[in-house]
């Protein structure tokens, strides 16, 4: 049969590319050689046909007039968007230059790629670029922005990214949501927890907001922000006290649940209940049902994690499941990232060797700082699978950043983004659906290959494409540099050290599209921590100047800042800042909000509906109140990484602090302190 790319019309099989865990199948529909409709594809074993609001509008952001199609060079003053089209040629050499004068003068660590997963394809995104950079010499970056806190506090207690299998959480009985906005953000873990409910589970939902999920549960338990690990402490002292433990799991694959029982002891119902916000009762309530109900699933977000404690909140729910032995039950157990199980070959992928010396690493949440302050300082930014003028903590010193003179930045993209909007040099990229990539989620089991299935978009070229022309630019003769696609997938897969990936092919994937890894239930067995066994007591932890029992470390108390803890979170209908610059998915949010408490809004005097002006030290916003009962006093909560037009004060990421998480170097995102007032006229723009 024909490639994809090159039949006209058809309905032909493909992958979700977005930083999303549910990773579906998609059906994409060609007519004359255009993509059309694009749909769920309901062979997808865990996804099933459905997809979610945003992808289903998909075709309007690929052929949006908005999308770049060709080179561009800067022609104004930086910063100010204002570009002429060039050709690839000089674009290339343009960049290429540049920096061989950089490297002659100031060496390769002047340049810095800064990359997240706007497309999660292996190749684009964690495969050629960092070969080619590894090759360069360049600065490496750390890719803490999303999940790094809760990553490493998870893997102190479990050793690994791994827990239940999302097909499995249909036979539990109780579901918690702990921290993740699931409708919007994990949508078939709801349909999963749905037929789950139709079987009796119970669903309850651990928030500082009454969002779409909090909406959705039987049970809502809304907490103080950044309190979640001494709930979990509560809920394990009444877990212990009250003899719903299983003691024989404990014994048999646990280390330190006797120094944990007697160190929960302080962990007491009244002065937890004082911390977090949850009734004393409403804490009996939550821990009975849990020592009492079997399977029992928690499916941790990422929201408890961006917090200053954000490691150890995630450490310390991890443990739960162990204290009634829930991994032994099909469907018990928990979920934080499910993306150890299809572990592929990261040396053959990413090729560390071709680095001559480990060149020093630049944390990403700390980009604002790292240009304005870095010594040697950062010369040139290469961006690619990222927005960093409006995802990274505190946006104001980003942009400062991004407005040095001296600074010449990249920005490979599909859309003229805010950081787009300061570059020197514009690339245009080609969607997902243009390319060869391969696909592994980070929730289920199932790995995909993507196949072209439109010609690329006018001059678009993919991250892999660009990379080999800079490689090829610079001189570089590395077989590495030259591999095609198939050659990647192939060295990727190999990769006996993960039985899951046994049988795995890039022949079986190109002929069938997906394939189920091969995944075994983490217990019985042996887990990839220090003593095999899940950790109540961390002696990594100790070493690593950690408590080695879980422990409530409150949020920095911060007054002087403001009296709110401000937690802006993502949206419905865009994916973090991808979809903000697409009227359809703008309208269908209307417009910025911030949920306040009803008894904060009236000491302020700001009513429903009213604007708000919040600031702090870094910068301020203006967003429309939504009075009510949806988060509790002291918190506010917004929703979405609003595009800015210049003026707009929708900037949410300018008011959060660029501090770094407990563990990992994750960020902060949602311990930032605001003050609120109602907006005057002025600053309404
Ligand atoms: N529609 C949509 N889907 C997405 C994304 C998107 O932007 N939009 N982003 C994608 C990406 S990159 C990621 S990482 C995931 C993130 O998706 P989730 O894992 O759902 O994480 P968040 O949406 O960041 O936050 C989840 C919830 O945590 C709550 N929260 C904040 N602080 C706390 C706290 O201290 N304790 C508790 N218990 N809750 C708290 C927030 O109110 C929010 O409801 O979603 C992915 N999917
Ligand atoms: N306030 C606040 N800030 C946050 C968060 C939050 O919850 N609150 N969430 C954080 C989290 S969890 C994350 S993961 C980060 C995400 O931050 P980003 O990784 O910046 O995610 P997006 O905003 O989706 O931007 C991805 C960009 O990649 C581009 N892109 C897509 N495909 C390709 C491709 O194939 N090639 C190239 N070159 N470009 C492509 C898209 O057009 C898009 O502009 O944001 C973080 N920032
Ligand atoms: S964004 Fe998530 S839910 Fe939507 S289609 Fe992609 S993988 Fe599925
Ligand atoms: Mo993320």
């Not at 010193?397 to 407005?403: F, P």
């Not at 540099?481 to 994937?509: C, F, H, I, K, W």
Request: charge should be neutral; include cysteine.
């Amino acid at each position: 049969m024909q490639p994809a790319v090159n039949q006209p019309n058809g309905i032909f099989p493909s992958v979700c590319s977005l930083d999303c865990p549910d990773q579906c199948g998609l059906l994409v529909h060609k007519e004359n050689g255009r993509i059309i409709k694009i749909e769920g594809d309901p062979s997808h074993p865990v996804t099933k046909g459905a997809i979610c609001n945003k992808v289903r509008h998909l075709t309007g952001l690929l052929y949006d007039p908005q999308r770049l199609q060709y080179p561009l060079k800067r022609i104004g003053p930086k910063g100010e968007g204002k570009f002429a089209r060039i050709s690839w040629e000089e674009a290339i050499h343009t960049i290429t230059d540049r920096w061989k004068t950089l490297i002659a003068q100031e060496g390769p660590e002047a340049i810095l790629p800064y990359s997240f997963y706007g497309n999660m394809g292996y190749l684009g995104t964690e495969g050629f670029d960092r070969r080619f950079f590894h090759r360069l010499g360049a600065s490496r970056l750390g890719r803490s922005i999303c999940s790094a806190a809760g990553g490493v506090g998870y893997k102190y207690t479990m050793g690994s990214d791994m827990g239940t299998s999302p097909e499995d959480t249909v036979h539990a009985k109780l579901i918690i949501m702990w921290g993740i906005n699931a409708v919007s953000t994990n949508m078939h873990q709801v349909m999963l927890a749905e037929q789950a409910r139709k079987n009796g589970a119970q669903i309850v939902v651990i928030d500082v907001h009454k969002n779409r999920t909090g909406r959705w549960a039987d049970w809502f338990i809304p907490l103080r922000p950044g309190t979640d690990a001494a709930l979990a402490l509560g809920m394990m002292h009444i877990l212990f006290a009250e003899g719903l433990t299983d003691e024989s799991f404990l014994k048999e694959y646990t280390v330190g649940y006797e120094e944990l029982r007697e160190h929960v002891r302080q962990y007491d119902p009244v002065s937890v209940a004082d911390i977090t916000g949850v009734p004393v009762e409403d804490l009996y309530r939550l821990a009975r049902l849990y020592g009492k109900t079997s399977p029992a699933f928690i499916r941790i977000g990422n929201g408890l994690q961006h917090h200053d404690n954000g490691g150890m909140n995630v450490r310390t729910i991890s443990c739960l499941p162990a204290l009634t032995g829930q991994w032994l039950h099909k469907g018990g157990g928990a979920i934080k990232s499910n993306s150890g199980h299809l572990t592929m070959n990261e040396k053959a992928l990413q090729r560390p060797d071709l680095m001559k010396k480990a060149t020093r690493r630049i944390n990403m949440n700390r980009i604002g700082e790292a240009l304005l302050e870095l010594d040697p300082p950062i010369r040139s930014m290469y961006v690619y699978n990222c927005n960093p003028a409006v995802v990274a903590p505190d946006a104001n010193k980003v942009r400062t950043g991004l407005m040095r003179e001296d600074l010449f930045t990249v920005v490979h993209e599909l859309f003229l983004t805010e950081t787009a909007q300061y570059a020197d040099i514009v690339l245009p990229a080609t969607s997902s659906l243009e390319n060869t990539d391969l696909y592994a989620s980070y929730w289920h089991h199932y790995i995909h290959l993507q196949q072209p299935v439109v010609e690329p978009y006018g001059e678009c070229r993919s991250n892999v494409q660009v990379f080999r022309l800079l490689a090829a630019a610079m001189g570089f003769t590395d077989q590495a540099l030259m591999d095609t696609e198939a050659d990647m997938v192939r060295q990727a897969l190999d990769y006996p050290a993960n039985p899951a990936l046994s049988g795995m092919t890039y022949e079986r994937l190109a002929q069938d599209g997906f394939v189920k890894g091969e995944v075994k239930p983490l217990l019985p067995g042996k887990l990839n921590t220090p003593s095999g066994k899940i950790e109540l007591y961390s002696k990594a932890m100790k070493l690593d100047g950690y408590s080695p029992l879980p422990v409530y470390n409150p949020l920095p108390a911060g007054e002087e800042e403001g009296p709110f803890v401000f937690v802006p979170a993502p949206n419905h209908n865009f994916l973090n800042s991808t979809f903000s610059h697409n009227q359809k998915h703008v309208s269908l949010e209307k417009e910025p909000l911030v949920y306040m408490n009803a008894a904060d809004a009236a000491s302020l005097g700001i009513g429903d509906g009213e604007m708000v002006r919040l600031w702090n030290s870094l910068g301020e916003c203006v967003l429309k109140a939504v009075v009510g009962g949806e988060v509790l006093p002291g918190t506010l909560v917004s929703q979405g990484l609003w595009a800015d037009a210049a003026g707009e004060k929708r900037l949410v990421n300018s008011l959060t602090p660029a501090r770094l998480a407990d563990m990992g170097g994750g960020a902060t995102f949602f311990s930032g302190r605001v003050r609120a007032e109602r907006a005057a006229p002025a600053d309404m723009v």
